[in-house]
């Protein structure tokens, strides 16, 4: 298993339309990469920290997969294009990606 995780940072006057990102494209993301292995999606907005301090990330979404062969089809694969081409119908920030194990 490994898990793909896309941060959005917290940019001042960015856009971030969440109610898109739910609605059409996390379905989207479901629909495109579950055929070649993800597994499951847990999406994630930021909160003030315990001092009050503004998120760093407006949102951030882990997606597992069944491995990194699995992330590597996804990614490769026919589907990818439009779910990339979709990312700036909901922001115009840069995200930021990690692949991590379970450790």
Partial sequence: MVIFSVLY???PGARFDQAYYDA???PLVKDAFTSTGLTGVQVLKG???PDGGAAPFV???NL???GPE???ASLGGPRA???LGDVAK???IQPVTQVSAPG
């Fill in 24 to 26: 059409v494209h996390i």
């Fill in 59 to 61: 949102v951030m979404v």
């Fill in 9 to 11: 940072p917290a940019t």
């Fill in 81 to 83: 294009p439009e779910v």
């Fill in 47 to 49: 909160l003030p920290g």
């Fill in 64 to 66: 597992t997969f069944e």
């Fill in 70 to 72: 699995a992330l590597a």
């Fill in 90 to 92: 909901f922001t115009d």
